[in-house]
């Protein structure tokens, strides 16, 4: 989960180097203290859902610090999040389907040992191998064997029969290529999503191991923490990426509520100095802005948020239901009242800020309409009681969760309650464990700029970020042939496959969000990416007592 404003990749890309897509810290969770090291610059952060693997990570937590320790074949622009090559020297097709990929040979993980063109085939191959049961295994479906590697998730039958994945041969150190099931122009684009970075030989003696203090190939490595409490980052010597950044040292601050972290901020006091999001209560009437003079960003980001029905609990699965709910829902009050206007009601999947968004992909089951939502309430099979489990670290969800049932109860005239998860990790296990038994929050942080990122991984059948089982043959078949397409004819399929979510309504659009970032007077040079990440390569410690 990551995010934002775009243009595809042209079909045969060779994308060029620039600054990499930094660190964002996401809603969560722990506590401070204003006598903590100095020379630190100290990030709001959140626990981490899984050890800290690249192709067992898909939330904001891990994925978070995972963006600062390794750096991908591309890094995303910080201002445009245009994709530019950053490991990868060219990344080059003449027809979409067959990808030669050729390496700089001067980055090196933080071991010492070179990254080669073996570190990335490696690292994609035990991805998408079925028993090794890593969530980013969808994102390997699109490489040739992958049917054979990962039957269940990539369209195979029966158990895996292959380790590798055919479409991946090493050239030589410095080249391989990705021979893909179906031509995709998208493939360079997405390349520099956490999923595809490489992996030093030392992971593969212990994974586990590895999670805890992984070794990467980018501007920071991890020199101290845990999940609970966060993670202490130190700047790499010798890092040969034009990201390299000026401070020394990186803290990720786990919080046990964004209250506690807003007023470590307000402190001023050196326990924290970015926070990404503040809480509803700083954005009445502007106060954030009020206390923050010149340390504040408010701008479109791409992070879309829903709620998600499980297809897998009886009555869930019924159109009747997920339109009902949806018009009950009064998204313009909501975002006014909780957000003060710094969301935007969702007429659809897709956030504004890519290109092909198109406004009114679920129309009309997104206009607050009391009338016919009790309308098909009645046709549904399921009728109430209804819960909306929501993770309480984040900022905003219990507010939005509570206003959400609140509308939900006054619409339908029915039961609906608040469910609040501890903390993003306990929420996020008990979602990916399908153990959800009503509805539940849903959001997403573009991994990587394009409309794609929006579908694909969040609804396709089986895929890595599908928690509510949603399966439409017809939606997969279009996302497909959406991939083998170029420009606008692309966009188009695409925004076909969007506009068939509003027939089941299963995942119920909320809003769209802006980022309303502070920062402390002890840094400078803040730079809040279009994926509503802090860029840490440009921050400055201005003020290290």
């Not at 904001?60 to 750096?71: M, S």
């Not at 897998?312 to 006014?336: C, E, F, H, M, W």
């Not at 609804?459 to 439409?472: L, M, P, R």
């Given at each position: 989960?990551?995010?934002?404003?775009?243009?595809?990749?042209?079909?045969?890309?060779?994308?060029?180097?620039?600054?990499?897509?930094?660190?964002?810290?996401?809603?969560?969770?722990?506590?401070?203290?204003?006598?903590?090291?100095?020379?630190?610059?100290?990030?709001?952060?959140?626990?981490?859902?899984?050890?800290?693997?690249?192709?067992?990570?898909?939330?904001?937590?891990?994925?978070?610090?995972?963006?600062?320790?390794?750096?991908?074949?591309?890094?995303?622009?910080?201002?445009?999040?245009?994709?530019?090559?950053?490991?990868?020297?060219?990344?080059?097709?003449?027809?979409?389907?067959?990808?030669?990929?050729?390496?700089?040979?001067?980055?090196?993980?933080?071991?010492?040992?070179?990254?080669?063109?073996?570190?990335?085939?490696?690292?994609?191959?035990?991805?998408?191998?079925?028993?090794?049961?890593?969530?980013?295994?969808?994102?390997?479906?699109?490489?040739?064997?992958?049917?054979?590697?990962?039957?269940?998730?990539?369209?195979?039958?029966?158990?895996?029969?292959?380790?590798?994945?055919?479409?991946?041969?090493?050239?030589?150190?410095?080249?391989?290529?990705?021979?893909?099931?179906?031509?995709?122009?998208?493939?360079?684009?997405?390349?520099?999503?956490?999923?595809?970075?490489?992996?030093?030989?030392?992971?593969?003696?212990?994974?586990?191991?590895?999670?805890?203090?992984?070794?990467?190939?980018?501007?920071?490595?991890?020199?101290?923490?845990?999940?609970?409490?966060?993670?202490?980052?130190?700047?790499?010597?010798?890092?040969?990426?034009?990201?390299?950044?000026?401070?020394?040292?990186?803290?990720?601050?786990?919080?046990?509520?964004?209250?506690?972290?807003?007023?470590?901020?307000?402190?001023?006091?050196?326990?924290?100095?970015?926070?990404?999001?503040?809480?509803?209560?700083?954005?009445?009437?502007?106060?954030?802005?009020?206390?923050?003079?010149?340390?504040?960003?408010?701008?479109?980001?791409?992070?879309?948020?829903?709620?998600?029905?499980?297809?897998?609990?009886?009555?869930?699965?019924?159109?009747?239901?997920?339109?009902?709910?949806?018009?009950?829902?009064?998204?313009?009050?909501?975002?006014?009242?909780?957000?003060?206007?710094?969301?935007?009601?969702?007429?659809?999947?897709?956030?504004?800020?890519?290109?092909?968004?198109?406004?009114?992909?679920?129309?009309?089951?997104?206009?607050?309409?009391?009338?016919?939502?009790?309308?098909?309430?009645?046709?549904?099979?399921?009728?109430?009681?209804?819960?909306?489990?929501?993770?309480?670290?984040?900022?905003?969800?219990?507010?939005?969760?509570?206003?959400?049932?609140?509308?939900?109860?006054?619409?339908?005239?029915?039961?609906?309650?608040?469910?609040?998860?501890?903390?993003?990790?306990?929420?996020?296990?008990?979602?990916?464990?399908?153990?959800?038994?009503?509805?539940?929050?849903?959001?997403?942080?573009?991994?990587?700029?394009?409309?794609?990122?929006?579908?694909?991984?969040?609804?396709?059948?089986?895929?890595?970020?599908?928690?509510?089982?949603?399966?439409?043959?017809?939606?997969?078949?279009?996302?497909?042939?959406a991939a083998g397409e170029n420009g606008d004819a692309s966009l188009a399929t695409y925004q076909q496959a969007e506009k068939l979510l509003s027939q089941q309504m299963s995942i119920i659009p909320l809003w769209y969000q802006n980022q309303q970032s502070v920062w402390s007077s002890r840094v400078g040079g803040v730079k809040v990416t279009p994926f509503s990440t802090f860029d840490l390569s440009t921050v400055t410690l201005a003020n290290k007592s």
């Amino acid at each position: 989960m990551r995010v934002n404003g775009r243009r595809r990749l042209a079909a045969v890309a060779a994308v060029a180097l620039a600054l990499p897509l930094a660190l964002a810290a996401c809603g969560s969770s722990g506590g401070s203290s204003s006598a903590e090291a100095s020379g630190a610059v100290k990030v709001y952060s959140c626990k981490p859902q899984n050890p800290l693997v690249p192709t067992n990570t898909n939330e904001v937590c891990g994925g978070n610090i995972l963006d600062n320790v390794f750096t991908g074949l591309v890094n995303y622009n910080p201002d445009t999040a245009e994709p530019e090559n950053a490991v990868a020297k060219s990344i080059t097709s003449t027809d979409n389907k067959l990808w030669t990929i050729k390496l700089n040979d001067n980055y090196k993980f933080q071991d010492g040992t070179a990254v080669t063109a073996k570190s990335f085939v490696d690292a994609w191959n035990y991805g998408a191998y079925e028993p090794n049961a890593q969530i980013n295994s969808y994102f390997f479906c699109i490489i040739a064997g992958s049917d054979k590697a990962n039957p269940t998730t990539c369209g195979g039958t029966g158990k895996a029969t292959a380790k590798t994945l055919s479409g991946l041969k090493v050239v030589s150190d410095t080249e391989f290529t990705a021979a893909l099931t179906t031509p995709a122009s998208s493939f360079p684009v997405q390349l520099g999503y956490t999923a595809f970075d490489p992996l030093p030989a030392s992971f593969y003696a212990s994974p586990s191991a590895f999670g805890k203090k992984p070794v990467g190939n980018g501007p920071f490595q991890i020199t101290g923490g845990t999940p609970d409490k966060g993670f202490t980052l130190t700047a790499v010597e010798g890092y040969v990426g034009p990201d390299k950044p000026t401070v020394k040292t990186v803290e990720f601050k786990t919080y046990q509520s964004p209250q506690a972290a807003y007023a470590d901020m307000r402190a001023d006091n050196g326990s924290l100095d970015l926070m990404d999001q503040v809480p509803p209560s700083a954005l009445a009437q502007n106060a954030y802005q009020k206390a923050f003079p010149g340390r504040f960003v408010n701008k479109p980001v791409g992070v879309f948020q829903s709620v998600t029905l499980p297809q897998y609990k009886a009555g869930y699965n019924d159109p009747n239901l997920g339109k009902a709910l949806s018009l009950a829902i009064n998204r313009p009050v909501i975002t006014q009242k909780v957000f003060n206007g710094g969301r935007t009601p969702a007429t659809g999947w897709v956030s504004p800020v890519v290109e092909g968004y198109k406004a009114g992909a679920c129309d009309p089951y997104c206009a607050y309409n009391p009338a016919l939502a009790k309308t098909f309430l009645a046709k549904a099979t399921y009728k109430g009681p209804f819960s909306f489990s929501y993770n309480a670290d984040g900022p905003g969800n219990k507010d939005a969760a509570e206003a959400v049932c609140n509308s939900i109860k006054n619409a339908l005239g029915v039961e609906c309650n608040a469910k609040a998860y501890v903390d993003f990790d306990t929420f996020r296990t008990a979602v990916v464990g399908k153990e959800m038994s009503s509805m539940f929050r849903t959001g997403w942080q573009m991994d990587y700029p394009s409309m794609e990122n929006f579908l694909a991984p969040l609804y396709v059948t089986k895929a890595s970020a599908n928690d509510g089982g949603y399966s439409n043959p017809q939606f997969d078949s279009l996302i497909t042939k959406a991939a083998g397409e170029n420009g606008d004819a692309s966009l188009a399929t695409y925004q076909q496959a969007e506009k068939l979510l509003s027939q089941q309504m299963s995942i119920i659009p909320l809003w769209y969000q802006n980022q309303q970032s502070v920062w402390s007077s002890r840094v400078g040079g803040v730079k809040v990416t279009p994926f509503s990440t802090f860029d840490l390569s440009t921050v400055t410690l201005a003020n290290k007592s």
